[in-house]
T-cell receptor
Framework: AQSVAQPEDQVNVAEGNPLTVKCTYS??????LFWYVQYPNRGLQFLLK??????LVKGSYGFEAEFNKSQTSFHLKKPSALVSDSALYFC?????????????FGAGTRLAVHP | EPEVTQTPSHQVTQMGQEVILRCVPI?????FYWYRQILGQKVEFLVS????????KSEIFDDQFSVERPDGSNFTLKIRSTKLEDSAMYFC?????????????FGPGTRLTVL
């Protein structure tokens, strides 16, 4: 079965510092990986996805993610964190086994960026 | 930019009552989903819907749940007899095509509170 793991419940970063939110995956076949962000009392907003090709994927709001096949990881990164980046971040993998591509989510990582 | 919308934003109901959660997917999208997020837990898949029928459902989606696309624009989730454990945030999502890596876009969610 497809799964993703987010090993950190919370990540604390000072504003202006680089941030990394970790995700590892377990899939059969080619992985299709996604990052979503959830701000308080809001829905899930799509940030970026990996399908194939370049291992470094660029997304919204200056975020990028690095796909590493040998480490089965898809870590989310940003060179310089903003206080407004504080939110809950979810990694997800497409489960195409049923043919209709539901998403399997990780438990989420809360990012706190301090001024 | 087109968005998925959901109504109501918050629904409070008594145990045993029926509730209908409404979603308007993005207009040219063909695949529709419901997910839920119990407070403090991960986002879980409930059901996917394509071509006016359920294409896949999780074990959570028992006989108390049903989905419908009554008029070509709305997509509804009905819970026939709510239980306390149905209290959660319910997210609707839609996707444009059947090709694997297409992105699912989520609505802002409906917070269901069962008393």
């Amino acid at each position: 079965a497809q799964s993703v793991a987010q090993p950190e419940d919370q990540v604390n970063v000072a504003e202006g510092n680089p941030l990394t939110v970790k995700c590892t995956y377990s899939v059969s076949g080619n992985p299709y990986l996604f990052w979503y962000v959830q701000y308080p009392n809001r829905g899930l907003q799509f940030l970026l996805k990996y399908i194939t090709g370049d291992n470094l994927v660029k997304g919204s709001y200056g975020f990028e993610a690095e796909f590493n096949k040998s480490q089965t990881s898809f870590h989310l990164k940003k060179p310089s964190a903003l206080v407004s980046d504080s939110a809950l971040y979810f990694c997800a993998v497409r489960d195409g086994a049923g043919g209709y591509n539901k998403l399997i989510f990780g438990a989420g990582t809360r990012l706190a960026v301090h001024p | 930019e087109p968005e998925v919308t959901q109504t109501p934003s918050h629904q409070v109901t008594q145990m045993g009552q029926e509730v209908i959660l409404r979603c308007v997917p993005i207009s040219n999208h063909l695949y529709f989903y419901w997910y839920r997020q119990i407070l403090g837990q991960k986002v879980e898949f409930l059901v996917s819907f394509y071509n006016n029928e359920i294409s896949e459902k999780s074990e959570i989606f028992d006989d108390q749940f049903s989905v419908e696309r009554p008029d070509g624009s709305n997509f509804t989730l009905k819970i026939r007899s709510t239980k306390l454990e149905d209290s959660a945030m319910y997210f609707c999502a839609s996707r444009e095509t059947g090709r694997g890596p297409d992105t699912q876009y989520f609505g802002p969610g409906t917070r269901l509170t069962v008393l």
